[in-house]
């Protein structure tokens, strides 16, 4: 079970909202947000509602001015607690959006898909067991996304157009 404290302001000042789950708009609830606190588990924050755009993976402590240098200036608008998966691993990656393209499947993780694979770019993927962090380029570098159980055809649909991901990670003891 995780927990993030949301505040308005930064430094843990102004109005604040607790969540014990994902929260696809905080608008509801805060009119910004600007800092938080994790005091249990591990969760995605967006830069948009219903988790679209920029993202990032914030982990137990404190984030007091931290959105601004994660590049979050416009503060956190959703947020994702992820629950940790026990078991296998398996994601298949498309060169092409829709899932076409080269395809490859991972089970562990991979710092360079162009050198492991020959592949220029992912541009969609299918998970098929655990979470995964996509990362913009090699060695688990640049913007981030998170993926779940399921297809995800276009990574443009989830707000992030022009991205293309290079390496991947599997989310096994981050959270802890």
Same mark, same amino acid.
């Given at each position: 079970?995780?927990?993030?404290?949301?505040?308005?302001?930064?430094?843990?000042?102004?109005?604040?909202?607790?969540?014990?789950?994902?929260?696809? /708009?905080?608008?509801?609830?805060?009119?910004?947000? !600007?800092?938080?606190?994790?005091?249990?588990?591990?969760? %995605?924050?967006?830069?948009?509602?219903? =988790?679209?755009? $920029?993202?990032?993976?914030?982990?137990?402590?404190?984030?007091? /001015?931290? &959105?601004?240098? @994660?590049?979050?200036s416009?503060?956190?608008?959703?947020?994702?607690?992820?629950?940790?998966?026990?078991?296998?691993?398996? @994601?298949?990656?498309?060169?092409?959006? $829709? &899932?076409?393209? !080269?395809?490859?499947?991972l089970?562990?993780?991979?710092? $360079? @898909?162009?050198?492991? =694979?020959?592949?220029s770019?992912?541009?969609?993927?299918?998970? %098929?067991?655990?979470?995964?962090?996509?990362?913009?380029?090699?060695?688990?570098?640049? *913007?981030?996304?998170?993926?779940r159980?399921?297809?995800?055809?276009? =990574?443009?649909?989830?707000?992030?157009? $022009?991205?293309?991901?290079?390496?991947? *990670?599997r989310?096994? /003891?981050?959270? !802890?």
């Amino acid at each position: 079970m995780g927990k993030i404290i949301l505040f308005e302001e930064r430094n843990f000042q102004g109005r604040s909202y607790e969540c014990m789950s994902d929260c696809a /708009d905080m608008s509801s609830y805060l009119s910004r947000c !600007q800092s938080c606190r994790v005091e249990s588990g591990c969760f %995605m924050i967006y830069e948009r509602p219903n =988790f679209m755009g $920029n993202q990032h993976l914030l982990r137990r402590g404190e984030y007091p /001015d931290y &959105l601004n240098l @994660i590049g979050l200036s416009s503060g956190i608008k959703s947020c994702r607690m992820i629950s940790m998966h026990r078991g296998q691993f398996r @994601i298949k990656i498309f060169e092409r959006e $829709n &899932l076409s393209g !080269q395809m490859n499947e991972l089970i562990d993780d991979c710092d $360079n @898909i162009t050198e492991r =694979f020959g592949m220029s770019e992912c541009l969609s993927c299918q998970v %098929m067991e655990g979470n995964w962090l996509l990362f913009e380029h090699p060695n688990l570098r640049g *913007k981030m996304l998170f993926v779940r159980p399921g297809e995800h055809r276009s =990574f443009r649909e989830m707000g992030l157009s $022009n991205t293309r991901f290079m390496s991947m *990670k599997r989310i096994t /003891d981050l959270c !802890q």
